[in-house]
């Protein structure tokens, strides 16, 4: 019973901090889905990564507060409906509700088959090698062993980091999610192993406790397969 009595003090504090979180609140206010689209939107304008005309791919999308927020930045009017001008194309193992004019793809980015279809709508539109930004708010389900959650961790972002040097252009931008911890270290490593400038932000919006930041890679070292790169 006490285990209980416990979990029940912990949820309600949980629920009392996020009723009476200022972000939540803006969410609410502004229409977005959840206060996680403040955290792109501090980075977009602290490291000004998105402009109209871009193309974005929006990895581990649901529930589709980011993709609300590149829907805005790429609107002439900054508007969540109308005009769009660029690309944006999303991603996510989970269900999403539509966001006007952001194409969504279900599935599992780890498994090829959903890559292809990732990769293959991108060469609809013929736009393979010429991706602005990818954006990755995606995060393993953690089990609490540090090996096991760092090996999750490595993975997802190492396939983020595949997919930029495959389909970036040579300017373009990676956003990532990390955890400080095990996996710290090797990815901000593999960062400055493919990228020219590599920040790390915790955006305001992220929570104290929280381990999470934000790692952005800045411009590829080599030019994606396919592009061409104009001499110097």
Do not use: C
């Not at 009595?5 to 996020?18: E, F, I, M, R, Y």
């Not at 581990?60 to 944006?88: D, E, H, K, N, V």
């Not at 999403?96 to 539109?125: H, K, N, P, T, W």
Request: hydrophobic share 45%; charged share 25%.
């Amino acid at each position: 019973m006490k285990v209980k009595t416990q979990s029940k003090k912990v949820n309600k504090a949980w629920l009392n901090q996020h009723v009476n979180d200022p972000y939540v609140k803006l969410a609410q206010k502004e229409g977005y889905r959840a206060r996680a689209a403040y955290k792109l939107k501090e980075i977009d304008e602290t490291l000004d990564l998105i402009h109209p005309g871009d193309v974005v791919v929006d990895l581990g999308s649901a529930p589709g507060a980011w993709s609300q927020y590149l829907r805005r930045r790429l609107s002439p009017q900054g508007a969540a409906a109308g005009a769009l001008q660029g690309t944006i194309i999303a991603l996510d193992l989970l269900p999403m509700e539509a966001v006007e004019d952001v194409y969504f793809i279900q599935g599992d980015f780890r498994e090829e088959s959903v890559l292809a279809q990732l990769e293959q709508a991108l060469a609809d539109r013929g736009l393979q090698h010429k991706v602005n930004v990818v954006v990755s708010d995606m995060a393993p389900n953690l089990s609490g062993i540090a090996s096991a959650d760092a090996a999750r961790i490595e993975d997802l972002i190492s396939l983020a980091v595949d997919f930029a040097v495959h389909h970036l252009k040579r300017d373009g931008a990676l956003v990532v999610k990390l955890f400080h911890g095990a996996a710290y270290d090797p990815m901000v490593s593999l960062f400055r192993q493919t990228f020219r400038v590599v920040k790390a932000i915790k955006p305001k919006a992220s929570r104290d406790k929280s381990s999470e930041t934000f790692l952005v890679g800045l411009g590829l070292k080599k030019a994606s397969a396919g592009e061409s790169v104009e001499p110097k």
